[in-house]
């Protein structure tokens, strides 16, 4: 623990610097707090371990230095949450009793109504049974992108607003853990919340915004959840982002928690890539300058919609559940930032029927067996028509060439 507590200190002291030339050097507070949270030290900050609780202290630490008031329980920093965690979810018996925290900060403005902007700081340890996609010894996880990304974003926001005009508005940090594990740690805020839900204007969330690409697309998730979010993205955008949207209030991660107690909400993401949920998402890997992009779109958000009252809430289409379900799985990574024709696939996985027909990363399937496939719910519709152990004829783009490849599900 010595050792744990001179690297904090020296990771403290370089964002005290950071901190005190912003916003000169944002970017480098940022990649301060990504290097910090996606260290070997931490361990992948598995829910419920001390190394949760090291990320946890340095969240409490930047909140401090940022100049925010505590708004967990009794005063506190912390909402503690328990749970019972078991190396396979679908076990009734066994498994071991945890406690996880979600890290609760506050800047009253004093006003009626109280943004929550959140990002989740768990991930998977080394390696969460059922959860990991990584074949291999047990190795951290470091969760880089997933999500030290959003939790440095939620960082720069707060730094940002704790400045900014915007003042019609309170705004509520959240650190969310258990996450990874189900969404524990929001289901446990929007059950205990240290704000009356009433008083919540808008939910926005970030998860995996540290891999903002070439094209420059981040998807918005959420957009239907009120009336308001969709020509104020028009109106904001400008060229800066290629801006791909989802209606659906639902989805995996904490927004989801806010959007079922009937609350507006917006997340964002700049898409899945092959080092998802392995021990390869590492901080060398991450778009500083994109997050601190992603973030200064996301103040756009937030001083637009200020002044403008309660949003209206509107209940949304599940579009995760508009896919058919189905039996076989071809073995890849959906590119979800991808806005084009077909299913563009962003990481094909090892032993697994893509790989062993020959589609590679970057390919787009444009047709399953007699599917012609346009979009995702197109793609999974195909795979709906197979059981195991049946053969199709894969049609995919790769570059000028159309190739046709025999898949064994």
Excluded at 50 to 66: G, H, K, N, P, T
Excluded at 108 to 120: E, L
Excluded at 153 to 171: C, H, I
Excluded at 287 to 309: C, P, Q, S, T, W
Aim: hydrophobic letters at 35%; one cysteine or more; a negative charge.
């Amino acid at each position: 623990m010595k050792k744990h507590s001179f690297f904090l200190l020296a990771v403290m002291l370089l964002s005290a610097i950071c901190f005190a030339q912003q916003p000169k050097n944002s970017t480098l507070q940022i990649q301060v707090d990504v290097v910090y949270l996606a260290s070997d030290l931490l361990k992948g900050r598995e829910t419920g371990t001390e190394w949760e609780q090291m990320a946890a202290d340095y969240l409490v630490s930047r909140f401090e230095e940022i100049g925010l008031q505590p708004k967990g329980v009794d005063g506190t920093w912390l909402l503690p949450f328990d749970f019972n965690m078991k190396d396979n979810p679908h076990a009734t018996t066994g498994g071991e009793d945890r406690t996880g925290h979600d890290v609760v900060a506050f800047l009253d403005n004093g006003a009626p109504t109280t943004v929550v902007i959140g990002a989740h700081y768990d991930h998977l340890g080394m390696g969460i049974p059922m959860a990991s996609l990584y074949v291999g010894d047990p190795a951290v996880h470091n969760g880089a992108d997933d999500n030290a990304s959003g939790v440095a974003a939620m960082l720069y926001l707060a730094e940002r607003l704790k400045n900014s005009k915007a003042k019609n508005n309170n705004y509520l940090f959240i650190g969310f853990s258990g996450e990874e594990l189900g969404l524990y740690g929001s289901k446990a805020f929007t059950k205990n919340p240290t704000v009356p839900l009433s008083s919540i204007n808008y939910m926005l969330n970030m998860d995996m915004v540290g891999r903002l690409n070439k094209e420059r697309v981040l998807a918005v998730y959420g957009v239907g959840t009120s009336p308001v979010w969709k020509p104020m993205l028009e109106e904001i955008k400008g060229d800066d982002f290629k801006i791909k949207t989802t209606e659906s209030g639902i989805g995996p991660s904490d927004h989801t928690s806010f959007y079922l107690k009937d609350l507006p909400v917006l997340h964002f993401f700049t898409g899945q890539h092959g080092d998802y949920h392995k021990p390869s998402d590492d901080s060398e890997l991450v778009n500083y300058d994109g997050i601190r992009d992603v973030a200064d779109f996301m103040l756009k958000v937030i001083e637009n919609m200020d002044g403008k009252g309660k949003l209206e809430f509107t209940k949304t289409k599940d579009e995760q559940q508009q896919g058919a379900s189905f039996k076989v799985t071809l073995g890849v990574m959906p590119d979800y930032v991808y806005d084009g024709e077909g299913m563009r696939i962003d990481a094909v996985m090892d032993d697994r029927p893509a790989k062993n027909a020959g589609i590679k990363d970057g390919d787009v399937v444009i047709k399953i067996g007699d599917v012609e496939v346009k979009t995702i719910y197109d793609y999974m519709e195909g795979l709906s028509k197979f059981s195991k152990g049946d053969k199709a004829m894969v049609k995919v783009k790769r570059g000028k060439k159309t190739l046709k490849k025999e898949v064994t599900f």
